[in-house]
């Protein structure tokens, strides 16, 4: 499998294209906007894009998902559930984030903790970690050691919780209960800014390191 990061909004969401070498078949991550980017780095891959995976149910992460899925048919995977008031209040968000209007759409499928999404012959493990938003799920893909985190964990940082059914402590349980126990050599992509590993995190990582105060 590989990858390619296209950030993307004025937020510059990492948009992430996941690509089964084998088969080129590609998940859109994150489509937050800027479709034509998106289109373009999957012209340069070569991808053939299957679906659109959504880590969260914010604007900057799925602003884009209605026009890619309308114009390539493509099937609508994730969140969980509980991210479902984030997707229903597309229009609200616009005005909150000062975004332009973008159009609504319904995923064709919710994801759970423990289920799997194929890319191609690639599998991803899907994990819930609630906390930035409820339903946030994360996609890990255990033999390339690689994950997309959404807005869970940063290079360090943490996702914020002040948003609507944030939750502090359910974020802190997420990354170090879920997350960490992956394993120090995972590699992340964050949903903004640079790649980082979990063991980096847990060593440096001010808000949840081993050594913080």
């Given at each position: 499998?590989?990858?390619?990061?296209?950030?993307?909004?004025?937020?510059?969401?990492?948009?992430?294209?996941?690509?089964?070498?084998?088969?080129?078949?590609?998940?859109?991550?994150?489509?937050?906007?800027?479709?034509?980017?998106?289109?373009?780095?999957?012209?340069?891959m070569?991808?053939?894009?299957?679906?659109?995976?959504?880590t969260?149910?914010?604007l900057?992460?799925?602003?884009?998902?209605?026009?890619?899925?309308?114009?390539?048919?493509?099937?609508?995977?994730?969140?969980?559930?509980?991210?479902?008031?984030?997707?229903?209040?597309?229009?609200?968000?616009?005005?909150?984030?000062?975004?332009?209007?973008?159009?609504?759409?319904?995923?064709?499928?919710?994801?759970?903790?423990?289920?799997?999404?194929?890319?191609?012959?690639?599998?991803?493990?899907?994990?819930?970690?609630?906390?930035?938003?409820?339903?946030?799920?994360?996609?890990y893909?255990?033999?390339?050691?690689?994950?997309?985190?959404?807005?869970?964990l940063?290079?360090?940082?943490?996702?914020?919780?002040?948003?609507?059914?944030?939750?502090?402590?359910?974020?802190?349980?997420?990354?170090?209960?879920?997350?960490?126990?992956?394993?120090?050599?995972v590699?992340?992509?964050?949903?903004?800014?640079?790649?980082?590993?979990?063991?980096?995190?847990?060593?440096?990582?001010?808000?949840?390191?081993?050594?913080?105060?």
């Amino acid at each position: 499998m590989i990858y390619r990061v296209i950030p993307v909004t004025a937020f510059a969401q990492n948009c992430t294209i996941f690509m089964c070498e084998d088969t080129k078949k590609a998940a859109i991550i994150d489509p937050g906007g800027d479709v034509a980017k998106i289109e373009a780095a999957l012209a340069e891959m070569g991808a053939v894009a299957e679906k659109i995976l959504l880590t969260h149910g914010h604007l900057d992460h799925v602003g884009g998902t209605a026009e890619l899925a309308s114009k390539h048919q493509l099937p609508i995977i994730g969140p969980h559930k509980d991210d479902g008031f984030w997707i229903d209040a597309l229009a609200q968000q616009v005005q909150m984030f000062g975004f332009a209007p973008v159009e609504g759409f319904a995923p064709d499928q919710w994801l759970n903790d423990g289920d799997t999404v194929q890319v191609g012959n690639v599998e991803l493990n899907v994990i819930h970690a609630p906390g930035h938003t409820p339903g946030h799920v994360i996609f890990y893909q255990p033999e390339q050691q690689l994950a997309q985190v959404g807005d869970v964990l940063f290079n360090g940082s943490i996702g914020r919780t002040d948003f609507p059914k944030g939750n502090h402590d359910d974020l802190i349980h997420s990354i170090r209960e879920k997350l960490f126990p992956l394993g120090d050599e995972v590699r992340f992509i964050p949903g903004h800014g640079p790649e980082s590993t979990f063991g980096q995190e847990r060593r440096s990582n001010p808000f949840v390191s081993d050594h913080r105060g």
